[in-house]
Protein backbone atom coordinates (compact mmCIF):
# COMPACT_ATOMS: atom_id res chain seq x y z
CA UNK A 1 0.00 0.00 0.00
CA UNK A 2 1.11 3.33 -0.89
CA UNK A 3 -0.40 6.65 -0.02
CA UNK A 4 0.60 9.70 -1.94
CA UNK A 5 -0.03 13.68 -0.79
CA UNK A 6 0.72 16.81 -3.16
CA UNK A 7 1.74 20.20 -2.45
CA UNK A 8 3.05 23.21 -4.22
CA UNK A 9 -0.44 24.12 -6.25
CA UNK A 10 -0.70 27.93 -6.30
CA UNK A 11 -1.54 31.00 -8.44
CA UNK A 12 1.36 31.93 -11.03
CA UNK A 13 1.05 34.32 -13.54
CA UNK A 14 2.02 33.30 -17.06
CA UNK A 15 5.86 32.35 -17.65
CA UNK A 16 6.39 31.62 -14.03
CA UNK A 17 7.50 28.20 -12.84
CA UNK A 18 6.33 26.65 -10.03
CA UNK A 19 7.61 23.20 -8.39
CA UNK A 20 5.12 20.48 -6.76
CA UNK A 21 6.02 17.60 -4.43
CA UNK A 22 4.54 14.56 -3.86
CA UNK A 23 5.20 12.56 -0.73
CA UNK A 24 4.82 8.67 -0.22
CA UNK A 25 4.15 7.05 2.57
CA UNK A 26 5.95 2.94 2.78
CA UNK A 27 9.01 1.87 2.86
CA UNK A 28 8.92 0.38 -1.14
CA UNK A 29 8.36 3.82 -3.07
CA UNK A 30 11.73 2.92 -4.54
CA UNK A 31 10.65 0.01 -6.60
CA UNK A 32 7.37 2.11 -8.08
CA UNK A 33 7.26 3.96 -11.24
CA UNK A 34 5.89 7.17 -10.59
CA UNK A 35 3.72 9.74 -12.89
CA UNK A 36 2.56 13.05 -12.50
CA UNK A 37 -1.43 13.48 -14.28
CA UNK A 38 -3.56 16.27 -14.43
CA UNK A 39 -7.20 16.96 -14.98
CA UNK A 40 -8.54 20.52 -16.29
CA UNK A 41 -12.22 21.46 -15.60
CA UNK A 42 -14.38 19.66 -17.80
CA UNK A 43 -11.85 17.27 -18.79
CA UNK A 44 -10.25 14.21 -18.81
CA UNK A 45 -7.64 13.25 -16.60
CA UNK A 46 -4.12 13.64 -18.73
CA UNK A 47 -0.91 12.34 -18.45
CA UNK A 48 2.13 14.26 -17.53
CA UNK A 49 5.28 12.97 -17.16
CA UNK A 50 6.90 9.77 -15.74
CA UNK A 51 10.02 8.63 -14.38
CA UNK A 52 11.30 4.89 -13.94
CA UNK A 53 11.94 3.37 -10.45
CA UNK A 54 15.55 3.50 -11.94
CA UNK A 55 15.64 6.95 -11.74
CA UNK A 56 17.05 7.56 -14.72
CA UNK A 57 14.68 7.02 -17.37
CA UNK A 58 11.99 10.21 -18.13
CA UNK A 59 8.83 10.92 -20.51
CA UNK A 60 6.73 13.41 -20.64
CA UNK A 61 3.38 14.27 -22.73
CA UNK A 62 4.56 16.39 -25.71
CA UNK A 63 2.54 19.59 -24.53
CA UNK A 64 4.94 20.18 -21.58
CA UNK A 65 8.37 18.60 -22.98
CA UNK A 66 11.15 20.87 -22.34
CA UNK A 67 9.00 22.73 -19.58
CA UNK A 68 8.55 20.77 -17.37
CA UNK A 69 11.02 18.20 -15.63
CA UNK A 70 10.42 15.16 -13.29
CA UNK A 71 12.54 13.88 -10.47
CA UNK A 72 12.81 11.76 -7.37
CA UNK A 73 14.51 11.45 -4.42
CA UNK A 74 13.64 7.74 -3.27
CA UNK A 75 15.85 8.77 0.43
CA UNK A 76 13.09 11.22 1.31
CA UNK A 77 10.39 9.04 -0.69
CA UNK A 78 9.29 12.13 -2.98
CA UNK A 79 8.85 12.67 -6.32
CA UNK A 80 8.64 16.17 -7.84
CA UNK A 81 7.28 17.91 -11.34
CA UNK A 82 9.14 21.34 -11.65
CA UNK A 83 7.21 23.03 -13.92
CA UNK A 84 8.60 25.89 -16.20
CA UNK A 85 7.25 28.51 -18.49
CA UNK A 86 3.63 28.08 -17.10
CA UNK A 87 0.57 28.48 -19.60
CA UNK A 88 -2.58 29.09 -18.98
CA UNK A 89 -3.69 25.75 -20.48
CA UNK A 90 -1.83 24.26 -17.66
CA UNK A 91 -4.41 25.01 -14.77
CA UNK A 92 -5.54 22.02 -14.06
CA UNK A 93 -5.44 19.64 -10.49
CA UNK A 94 -2.57 17.66 -10.88
CA UNK A 95 -2.44 14.36 -9.72
CA UNK A 96 0.32 11.95 -8.51
CA UNK A 97 0.07 8.52 -9.21
CA UNK A 98 2.31 4.92 -8.67
CA UNK A 99 2.10 3.11 -11.27
CA UNK A 100 1.05 -0.66 -11.07
CA UNK A 101 4.15 -3.62 -10.62
CA UNK A 102 4.72 -4.63 -14.10
CA UNK A 103 3.41 -2.29 -16.15
CA UNK A 104 4.83 -1.23 -19.33
CA UNK A 105 7.08 1.81 -20.02
CA UNK A 106 6.42 4.67 -19.90
CA UNK A 107 3.01 4.02 -18.04
CA UNK A 108 1.45 6.82 -19.64
CA UNK A 109 -2.42 5.53 -19.42
CA UNK A 110 -4.57 6.42 -16.53
CA UNK A 111 -5.54 2.47 -16.02
CA UNK A 112 -1.77 1.93 -15.35
CA UNK A 113 -1.74 3.68 -12.27
CA UNK A 114 -2.34 1.92 -8.90
CA UNK A 115 -2.15 4.47 -6.52
CA UNK A 116 -3.04 8.03 -6.85
CA UNK A 117 -2.99 11.57 -4.30
CA UNK A 118 -5.33 13.11 -4.02
CA UNK A 119 -4.34 16.05 -6.01
CA UNK A 120 -3.13 20.13 -6.20
CA UNK A 121 -4.67 22.49 -7.96
CA UNK A 122 -2.09 25.05 -10.43
CA UNK A 123 -3.68 27.97 -11.63
CA UNK A 124 -1.81 30.02 -14.61
CA UNK A 125 -3.15 33.48 -15.38
CA UNK A 126 -2.62 35.20 -18.17
Known amino acids: QVQLVESGGGLVQAGGSLRLSCAAS????????MAWFRQAPGKERDFVATIHWNTVSTYYADSVKGRFTISRDNAKNTVYLQMNTLKPEDTAVYYCAAAGQGSNWPPTNYYAMAYWGKGTLVTVSS
Open 26 to 33: GRTFSTYT
